[in-house]
């Protein structure tokens, strides 16, 4: 057997986050304010799983480009999103906070939010959003508008060479982004959030790709590859500009996606198995970051925010729920559906859990003996079980508090 935690008393509720897993000893503190003064370029890729990319052990490189971003990059292991679609993921990455379970789309936007783009206008930033689709699309608008970005970009501004039920192509996306770029002054600092939506079922690609397309999967990998084809457009574009060495990269995916690892588990599915929430996270700075750093230490989305913060050496957001990824602190990550299914989970060092709302029935699985998620271990750890139901309480009914102004 494997590491698994031992179940301890529960801690203050507003302390559910910290993990029973071992600490991670990376060093990444050493990154703390060590971009001060850089560009910010945010990249959340459209249904892009870990598991997919060579990045995290698949044999084939759908992302060639990512791959080449992350070779002088922070990598985290263990990233998960905060819910598996990209409205609500959304919003805990702009604003690090988590939606609450069983709330639309719509009600945030009357939902205080100081966003990342606020803070960083703040301090003088210019700051845009271009985004591949509509944000009239499953209530995006109330997420970004009003979030302190300068600018509002989305497939009806930019108008494409391709469209499809979704939006416009990527590589057009990347076109009016470096326009923007072009259109700032050389001593404007700027934050730049990129949504292409490459990867979106039906995983179509205006571009043709080197894998068999008789399939949903190897459609998905030829659209992941088209989006990589976009994001390299991105990179070369910037250091043609000589903007490239000035500028922090954050990339992560927005959520996963399923191809049938488990029962009924297709697409873009509202389960929280590994293939619907791990995600890749990577930092990279050019000349700051020489190397490929990895680290196993747990990281959620909505720990965005407050890194980016912390990267370019600015006070931390209280408001915030989410904490830097520069640390080595052992914690948990927490995610939810709330669709079809009522689902709560969390990752703890090696241990997944999963807690089924409606059933009331709890999952416990040991990923680094069990990485498919086949064999379910919670009768053999009663206590432990009972302990990650209480924290996942705690958590839901902290978020519905923090959510509902009652707090």
């Not at 996306?173 to 326009?179: D, H, I, W």
């Not at 399939?215 to 910037?238: E, P, Q």
């Not at 959520?255 to 198995?273: K, L, P, V």
Request: net charge negative.
């Amino acid at each position: 057997m494997t590491y698994l935690p031992t179940a301890t008393t529960a801690t203050e509720t507003r302390e559910w986050r910290r993990g029973a897993g071992q600490p991670s000893h990376t060093g990444l503190t050493r990154f703390c304010g060590a971009a001060a003064g850089r560009n910010v370029i945010l990249v959340s890729l459209e249904s892009t799983a870990a598991q997919y990319l060579p990045l995290y052990g698949a044999r084939d490189d759908e992302m060639p480009n990512l791959s080449a971003l992350a070779r002088s990059a922070i990598v985290f292991d263990r990233a998960y999103a905060v819910y598996p679609e990209s409205i609500k993921g959304l919003f805990s990455i702009l604003c690090s906070r988590y939606p609450a379970l069983d709330t639309n789309a719509e009600s945030y936007a009357s939902t205080p939010c100081r966003s990342v783009a606020s803070h960083l206008t703040d301090r003088g930033y210019r700051s845009a959003l271009f985004h591949s689709g509509r944000f009239g699309y499953l209530g995006m608008d109330a997420v970004v508008s009003n979030r302190g970005y300068d600018v509002l970009a989305d497939a009806g501004d930019i108008g494409g060479r391709h469209e499809s039920s979704f939006g416009v192509d990527d590589r057009t996306t990347v076109e009016r982004m470096l326009a923007w770029i072009d259109g700032l002054r050389r001593d404007d600092r700027f934050f730049l959030t990129y949504l292409p939506i490459a990867g979106h079922h039906p995983y179509e690609s205006p571009e043709p790709g080197p894998f068999p397309a008789t399939d949903d999967f190897g459609r998905y990998r030829n659209a992941l590859h088209y989006g990589d084809a976009a994001l390299g457009d991105l990179m070369k574009g910037l250091q043609a500009r000589g903007r490239y060495q000035d500028t922090v990269w954050i990339v992560l995916g927005d959520h996963g996606e399923a191809f049938g690892q488990h029962d009924g588990n297709f697409g873009h599915t509202f389960q929280i198995y590994e293939e619907n929430v791990r995600v890749p996270f990577l930092i990279a700075a050019p000349g700051l970051i020489s190397e490929h750093v990895r680290t196993s230490q747990i990281v959620s989305l909505i720990d965005t925010a407050p890194t980016i913060l912390d990267l370019l050496g600015l006070p931390a957001d209280d408001r915030y729920q989410g904490t830097t990824a520069l640390t080595n602190d052992a914690r948990m990550a927490f995610f939810y559906a709330d669709y079809s299914l009522r689902l709560l989970g969390l990752r703890d060092g090696n241990v997944k859990f999963i807690h089924d709302l409606d059933s009331n029935r709890s999952r416990l699985y040991d990923l680094d003996r069990d990485p498919l998620e086949s064999h379910d271990i919670a009768a053999a750890h009663v206590e432990l079980v009972r302990w990650y139901e209480e924290r996942a309480d705690s958590w839901k009914s902290d978020v519905w508090r923090h959510f509902s102004g009652t707090r």
